[in-house]
């Protein structure tokens, strides 16, 4: 018994070794010549690579600069109309109507929503009279407040309200990541994308819950939006770590940094630097792991740009 326990354990340290060996430059050097001895293919890195942020041994593609971000009603307008658009016709045009709106483009919803929320004293509640009505929005916002936020206000609706309410919340979340900037500069390009990936050290497949940005050590990191710094922190897996929450049930983090300038409970600005990029946690390369967390989970931030940077295989990616 002892003796297999002693065979598992070393089984156990080799497998440990060879993990942290494999995407090493000597690990690549001995993927690259054992692939070209049997004639097969490789997804080892080229060797320069590890040295220069992964800036070597890939062709250059065409650099597709993120749009700005949206302005915070525009945003908001777009929120409204993403929510919109999965209503059956009946119900978006008794909503239309209510509000005395005539379409559902980002650009008329917008101007509705700011007309109500500047009558009302805020967006939560503008928002709310736009799929509660204004009567209804109006009696939670004398009993909540008119700085009460969206949860504070819908307690004071009946259950009748739930699913109006439901679309309110939805399109404030939508309306605050459509107005989320980029976290590095234009130039960075997408090494793994979010979705279902093979794991590099696991093997299978298993959700990337981001994007991993190319950036070299040092790249200066700034918040994509105003928000709280909810954790600053470090572990093996992650690295130094930030996760930023912007409100609205939406957060966004940060992963694989060198060094973190803000610190857990500081409110930070849009625009603000909140880190150094770097190499930290389990990682292959260089790079930055951008996330952005919806209160239904992780989500493509792609998906809130108005271009979407091509992918190429170079640079670091998380493990």
Same mark, same amino acid.
């Given at each position: ?16 070794? @060879?993990?942290? @060996? ?159 900037? @980029? ?137």
């Amino acid at each position: 018994m002892r003796r297999a326990r002693i065979l598992l354990d070393l089984a156990l340290a080799g497998l440990a070794i @060879w993990a942290a @060996w494999y995407h090493t430059p000597a690990g690549a050097l001995v993927r690259v010549v054992s692939a070209q001895l049997f004639g097969t293919r490789t997804s080892a890195r080229p060797l320069l690579a590890y040295y220069s942020a992964g800036t070597q041994g890939a062709q250059s593609p065409e650099v597709i600069v993120p749009r700005p971000p949206l302005a915070p009603g525009a945003a908001l307008g777009a929120g409204a109309s993403a929510a919109m658009s999965r209503l059956a016709p009946a119900e978006r045009e008794r909503i239309l109507a209510r509000a005395h709106v005539r379409s559902t483009t980002p650009e008329q919803l917008s101007d509705a929503l700011a007309h109500l929320s500047s009558r009302l004293g805020s967006r939560e509640a503008g928002v709310l009279a736009f799929f509660c009505g204004d009567e209804a929005a109006r009696f939670a916002v004398e009993r909540a407040g008119r700085a009460a936020r969206l949860e504070d206000l819908a307690r004071e609706l009946p259950p009748s309200y739930e699913r109006s309410i439901s679309l309110a919340g939805e399109t404030l979340t939508l309306g605050t990541a459509y107005a989320l900037a @980029w976290p590095v500069p234009p130039w960075a390009h997408v090494t793994s994308p979010f979705g279902m990936r093979e794991h590099p050290v696991l093997g299978g497949q298993r959700l990337h819950a981001g994007v991993d940005l190319d950036v070299p050590v040092g790249t200066e990191i700034h918040a994509v939006a105003p928000g709280i710094v909810r954790r600053a922190s470090e572990d093996s897996v992650s690295g130094l770590a930030l996760v930023i929450d912007h409100g609205s049930g939406v957060s966004t983090v940060y992963f694989h940094n060198e060094a973190l300038l803000v610190r857990k409970g500081d409110h930070v600005a849009q625009g603000q630097i909140v880190s150094r990029s770097g190499n930290s946690g389990r990682s292959t390369g260089p790079h930055l792991h951008y996330q952005l967390d919806l209160p239904s989970g992780p989500v493509d931030p792609l998906r809130f740009r108005a271009g979407h940077p091509q992918r190429v295989e170079r640079g670091g990616r998380d493990l």
